[in-house]
């Protein structure tokens, strides 16, 4: 199995990357695929703090980025690191750009039609970015959905991929040493929704996460026993309270997303996707 880390950098909501990047993954086989997403990249000062991530996690960069300095920036410093950086849309549009005698208009977020569902995309990004990790509960009454689970659960990608979908969601860890803030059980607005996976997967996927980050893999983090408990302890909150489990062992985050818009749907059917 090979692991590749991907960031995807666009100076929008980043659905067109997904969709490339998507598309080209499926004709490779043995892949575990570490997707990082960094939408709304416009400014310098946005692509530094990515740019470190980027240098923790190496890996193939795909960028839709029109700012002609904040794109030299970002292609000299992959250059530096040794990282292929690869403008996705160039392609297609040098040559749209010959057969037309037209320039191209570098306008970030062009493809995107300025109406109501594209701000709705645009806040519920911000909304997801500051609520990664169970930051900023005090307004957790303000999401559309709450994802839970323990570490490593794929509540931060999925959270994502549903706030490109125009959901605003907040992610919420699950530590048997520290149980979460009673805040979330008196919570009405949100559909609350548990992530879980098999013991098993959960340790695998722990152990690359640790020799990513050069760490010792042998730690109770990683304990089969320790997983277990954590995962028992993360469904007695999910049974007591009635919430809805998906179990994310053998989907993926797309998959996962679709299950979550469903329940959504169920509890919110005027609000449904056409």
Known sequence: MIRLHLHLLSDSTGETLENIA??????????ETIKHFWPMV???GHLDRILTEIAQKPGLVLFTIVNVEVRRKLESRCHALGLPA???LDPVIDALSRMLGQEAKARPGRQHILDEAYFRRVEAIGYTIAHDDGIGGEDWEEADIILLGVSRSSKTPTSIYLANRGYKVANVPLVMEAPPPQSLYQLRHPVVVGLTASP???????????????????TPYVDQNVVSAEIAFA?????DRGWPVI???????EET???VINLY???NPSEAES
């Open 265 to 267: 749907n169920a509890r």
């Open 22 to 31: 998507k598309a080209s993954l499926v004709q490779f086989d043995g892949v």
């Open 86 to 88: 690869v403008a996705a």
């Open 200 to 218: 098993e997967r959960l340790v695998q996927v722990r152990r690359n996460r640790l020799l990513a980050l050069n760490q010792s893999p042998e």
């Open 235 to 239: 469904r007695r909150i999910f049974s």
């Open 257 to 259: 997303a679709a299950a």
């Open 42 to 44: 416009r400014s310098e």
């Open 247 to 253: 179990d994310v062992t053998r989907r993926s985050i």
